[in-house]
T-cell receptor
Framework: QKEVEQNSGPLSVPEGAIASLNCTYS??????FFWYRQYSGKSPELIMF????GDKEDGRFTAQLNKASQYVSLLIRDSQPSDSATYLC?????????????FGAGTRLAVHP | EAGVVQSPRYKIIEKKQPVAFWCNPI?????LYWYLQNLGQGPELLIR????????DSQLPKDRFSAERLKGVDSTLKIQPAELGDSAVYLC?????????????FGPGTRLTVL
């Protein structure tokens, strides 16, 4: 079992729809959760982070965390073609130290006009 | 503020040749990371430095990979000899350990092709 699992996609949504990206993790001691966006040929950039159970909203983005289910998700409202990218889920756990992030393989999102 | 700088951006070499990548982190960032990213995969940590000390190199293939961060600022990652399977993007990231978020900022990466 991989430490951080994501559906590779592609997830295809029409412009204006809600895109829902999901991630599960295996380390129950994980404390912090991050979503990175990576455009093709570019480096990852942080778009959301969440520490506590529940929802966290930032503009069109909402991160959701359920530690009991070891599940974290990212919702993108009013999806735009510019949101088309790979979204990487990253988890910071206890093992390996505070600075260690474990990344999932990413979900490719395609928003079509 | 300048971001993480990496060079070269692209490198093509023949197998068994040596190759080196250079990274200059964001000014003031004490933690530096080298990641490997294969196509369709997420970044995988190779080595992490806290200042000039390598604190996590458990995933670095030490028979052929080496890294250094002599003055606690810029860093070099070397592969000698390179193998076909080393073809990937090598990402450098940096962060400031001291804040609550400890966000990692990534450089543009070096795309290595081994022929």
């Amino acid at each position: 079992q991989k430490e951080v699992e994501q559906n590779s996609g592609p997830l295809s949504v029409p412009e204006g729809a809600i895109a829902s990206l999901n991630c599960t993790y295996s380390d129950r001691g994980s404390q912090s959760f991050f979503w990175y966006r990576q455009y093709s040929g570019k480096s990852p950039e942080l778009i959301m982070f969440i520490y506590s159970n529940g929802d966290k909203e930032d503009g069109r983005f909402t991160a959701q965390l359920n530690k009991a289910s070891q599940y974290v998700s990212l919702l993108i409202r009013d999806s735009q073609p510019s949101d088309s990218a790979t979204y990487l889920c990253a988890v910071r756990g206890i093992s390996g130290g505070y600075n260690k992030l474990i990344f999932g393989a990413g979900t490719r999102l395609a928003v079509h006009p | 503020e300048a971001g993480v700088v990496q060079s070269p951006r692209y490198k093509i070499i023949e197998k068994k040749q040596p190759v080196a990548f250079w990274c200059n982190p964001i000014s003031g960032h004490n933690t530096l990371y080298w990641y490997l990213q294969n196509l369709g995969q997420g970044p995988e940590l190779l080595i992490r430095y806290e200042n000039e000390e390598a604190v996590d190199d458990s995933q670095l293939p030490k028979d052929r990979f080496s890294a250094e961060r002599l003055k606690g600022v810029d860093s070099t990652l070397k592969i000698q000899p390179a193998e076909l399977g080393d073809s990937a993007v090598y990402l450098c990231a940096s962060s400031y350990t001291g804040g609550s978020l400890n966000e990692q900022f990534f450089g543009p990466g070096t795309r290595l092709t081994v022929l």
